[in-house]
């Protein structure tokens, strides 16, 4: 075997490696933004049998994405039931079903470990794609970029639609490259396929059939009516629409209401303007170079570098981003992404990026020995491997609102009157709290309460309190103030104390505050898993672990 592939094994191994550090972030709990969508899809699925959600649309209304990445969780979450099935004390499948809707992590955990295969699967691809544009030396230094990006990174770490997407986006990305250098029959079939299956991933996936338009229509010497009418295009059209149509039909739930391109009418209906686009373009750099700082300056110096060597290659390497940008803008969402942008929205373009800062890189070591080269990519890479490293090992510790919990089972009687704001994470409740909220507002219980309401009283998890659980409750079906006075202890959990409502606050300026956890020692809290994350990436090296304030007040 040669010095290069043990290197590129290697690298294959970090990237793996550094995807599974801290995959257990939170679980059992749900910490994180959009990430129990594409499971409970997987798991509906097992539990009413049946693969095409359209038979079935009020149970799937937790599917708000396309649902191919539900059918992939649904492969390795039916065998890890299974097995936990027959080697476990559960009578029947509705024990064990009752059992991890309380008790999720092993789920979450098998799904959380398939996308950090994929994200590693994308180091591999992004690898392919550097040696089929420029050589072996491109390609490595590509997959050591997206190794270590900090996107990446995060969106390999949970069970979120970004990283799956981005896998499909660069097989279309290479399946491109095939083309453009030997446009084959079978390298169309496999492009109209996996566009197929991008659009069966995430709807807006299927934009980046862009660049394998710009790869049909400038390889060659043809003219451009020459390409528009070649039967190999019009077949990965058809190819892509019966495969998308497949989606279509087993999931119409994609194109209305709320959930994936229903959203399409709001955002072409919204206002818009070419100044609106160029600030917006400009947010989204100033993102890249907060998220990846190296990868942006290599990156504009790999367009200059392109811009004297090749035009064509300049301004194909605008193209994506511009195009990307501009469907984020233009048609994906509406007004609130002028104000400020989903940063995950650049992700998109962060390995086209990469494979220009991997040609400026290499570039610039290419003439040194090899023991020199090695001391530069060192050089180069550190603060990225740093950021990787910091990042995981941040995973890798109790959120502030673990502590919290901890903290209060060991400090707070069993059964005690509590009022929690928190979401996502609360103590257990009594089966005569979930009662008394459900009389409130039936549609404030969530499946663990129900499962909760069908144990055995020897079964039944402890400590639990008598907690009321407010982020889950309609406002207008709130106790009284005179009411809330019932109540012993107040959990408040805040990204920003101006997030509090007025009920809250005034529940806090009549209690004691009895205990404060926070992610650092700083005042300034950074919500780094929220979608709206605008600061760079170096303020990871000032925080403890991740995780909003949480306070305790005594009432």
């Known amino acids: ?13 970090l990237a793996l490696f550094l995807r599974i550090w801290g995959l257990d972030y939170g679980l059992p709990y749900f910490l994180i933004n959009d990430e129990r969508t594409l499971v409970y899809g997987a798991l509906k699925m097992g539990e009413l049998k049946t693969l095409i959600p359209a038979f079935n649309p009020e149970e ?5 994405y396309a649902p191919l990445m539900s059918y992939l969780y649904l492969i390795f979450l039916v065998p890890f039931i299974l097995i936990q099935y027959f080697i476990g004390s559960f009578s029947n499948f509705a024990e064990i079903t009752s059992y991890f809707t309380i008790n999720p992590g092993p789920v979450w955990l098998v799904a959380r470990m398939v996308n950090a295969l994929m994200g590693a699967a994308a180091v591999y691809l992004i690898y392919l794609i550097g040696r089929k544009m420029m050589n072996h030396w491109v390609g490595l230094i590509s997959a050591l970029f997206l190794t270590f990006s900090f996107l990446h990174l995060q969106f390999s770490h949970f069970t979120r639609i970004w990283g799956p997407t981005l896998f499909f986006v660069l097989l279309i990305m290479l399946l491109s490259l095939y083309i453009y250098k030997t446009p084959k029959r079978k390298y169309y079939l496999w492009m109209g396929i996996v566009g197929g299956l991008s659009f069966g991933t995430n709807y807006i996936a299927p934009a980046a059939l862009f660049i394998f338009l710009m790869a049909h229509f400038l390889a060659g010497k043809k003219s451009f009516r020459e390409r528009l009418r070649d039967k190999n295009l019009w077949f990965t059209a058809v190819t892509f629409i019966l495969v998308t149509t497949i989606f279509i039909f087993i999931y119409p739930q994609l194109f209305t209401g709320w959930t994936g391109m229903g959203r399409l009418g709001g955002a072409l209906s919204a206002g818009r303007s070419l100044t609106e686009f160029i600030k917006v373009f400009l947010i989204y750099l100033k993102i890249s170079f907060f998220y990846e700082p190296i990868v942006s300056v290599f990156a504009l110096a790999g367009l200059i570098f392109s811009f004297f060597k090749s035009r064509k290659i300049f301004f194909i390497s605008l193209s994506w981003p511009i195009f990307w940008i501009f469907i984020t803008y233009f048609i994906l969402h509406g007004g609130e992404i002028s104000g400020k942008p989903h940063s995950h929205y650049i992700l998109m373009v962060i390995p086209w990026f990469i494979l220009l800062a991997s040609l400026a890189v290499y570039q610039l070591v290419v003439r040194f020995s090899l023991t020199t080269r090695v001391f530069m990519l060192g050089l180069i890479f550190i603060y990225p ?20 919990k901890e903290w209060m089972e060991d400090n707070i009687p069993a059964g005690t009157k509590i009022l929690s704001n928190w979401g996502g994470i609360n103590p257990t409740p009594t089966k005569e709290a979930i009662l ?3 009389e409130l507002d039936e549609g404030s219980l969530r499946a663990a309460d129900k499962a909760l309401l069908a144990l055995k009283d020897k079964d039944y998890p402890k400590p639990a309190y008598d907690i009321l659980k407010l982020a889950y409750i309609d406002k207008e079906k709130l106790l009284s103030p005179e009411q809330l006075n019932n109540y012993r202890y107040f959990l408040v959990a805040f990204w920003q104390e101006e997030d509090l409502t007025i009920k809250e606050r005034s529940i806090i300026g009549k209690a004691r505050l009895l205990k404060e956890f926070k992610q650092s020692q700083e005042d300034v809290i950074r919500d780094v898993q929220g979608n709206r994350f605008m600061q760079p990436v170096s303020v990871l090296f000032f925080l403890e672990r991740f995780g909003p304030t949480v306070r305790i007040y005594q009432l």
């Open 1 to 13: 075997m040669s010095k290069k592939n043990i290197l590129l094994i290697f690298i294959l191994g």
């Open 60 to 64: 799937f209304h937790v599917l708000y």
């Open 385 to 404: 491997l740093a950021v990787a490293l910091q990042y995981d090992y941040l995973l890798s510790q109790k959120d502030t609102r673990i502590l919290a």
């Open 436 to 438: 008394f909220q459900k």
